[in-house]
T-cell receptor, first 109, second 113 residues
Framework: GQQLNQSPQSMFIQEGEDVSMNCTSSSIFNTWLWYKQDPGEGPVLLIALYKAGELTSNGRLTAQFGITRKDSFLNISASIPSDVGIYFCAGRSTSKLTFGTGTRLQVTL | DAGVTQSPTHLIKTRGQQVTLRCSPKSGHDTVSWYQQALGQGPQFIFQ???????QRGNFPDRFSGHQFPNYSSELNVNALLLGDSALYLC????????????FGPGTRLTVT
């Protein structure tokens, strides 16, 4: 099945650093969502974006819905050890979600 | 407020067998979607149930079937299991099919030997 392209695939950063990741698609989506998944658990919704060009924040997380509706970006400021995990973007068309390939984030002290 | 719950947590089956996985949606939600997540990949949409009917289906064979009960809980059935069916099966619930936000359960880890 289709999966969206996420980059980078993985990243190691130091605590306190800012993190950026993005997600691109060949298809247009009406909604973009960002999830975080910890080992052995299901994805947890972080941010939802509903309109092209929209910029939304949730604490240290900021996400943007690309103008073309084919991409989205997630930034994490001042990373902390509990930010470790896999981040997935998901695009929504009709009522199903199409997920990205994931970005694995590891934070070192 | 209970979130999405799934059972069992883990399951080991043999090729050719059949399996049933269960999901209870978050309180107040009436729509259940099922996803398959292979190791190292993002979840892939299997199908969605609303008002006890399958409303949308992803690119999965007919061996994958489901059911939704009047209390909105749902089952995923997989027949004639293949080794490639080994994965984490995730259930997600939402309020109506038009809701933008889906909330996921912890998943059922299925291993086919």
């Amino acid at each position: 099945g289709q999966q969206l392209n996420q980059s980078p695939q993985s990243m190691f950063i130091q605590e306190g650093e800012d993190v950026s990741m993005n997600c691109t698609s060949s298809s247009i989506f009406n909604t973009w969502l960002w999830y975080k998944q910890d080992p052995g658990e299901g994805p947890v919704l972080l941010i939802a974006l509903y309109k092209a060009g929209e910029l939304t924040s949730n604490g240290r997380l900021t996400a943007q819905f690309g103008i073309t509706r084919k991409d989205s970006f997630l930034n994490i400021s001042a990373s902390i050890p509990s930010d470790v995990g896999i981040y997935f973007c998901a695009g929504r068309s009709t009522s199903k979600l199409t997920f990205g390939t994931g970005t694995r984030l590891q934070v070192t002290l | 407020d209970a979130g999405v719950t799934q059972s069992p947590t883990h399951l080991i089956k043999t090729r050719g067998q059949q399996v049933t996985l269960r999901c209870s949606p978050k309180s107040g939600h009436d729509t259940v979607s099922w996803y398959q997540q292979a190791l190292g990949q993002g979840p892939q949409f299997i199908f969605q149930y609303y008002e006890e009917e399958e409303r949308q289906r992803g690119n999965f064979p007919d061996r994958f079937s489901g059911h939704q009960f009047p209390n909105y809980s749902s089952e995923l059935n997989v027949n004639a299991l293949l080794l490639g069916d080994s994965a984490l099966y995730l259930c997600a619930s939402s309020f109506s099919t038009s809701s933008y936000e889906q909330y996921f359960g912890p998943g059922t880890r299925l291993t086919v030997t």
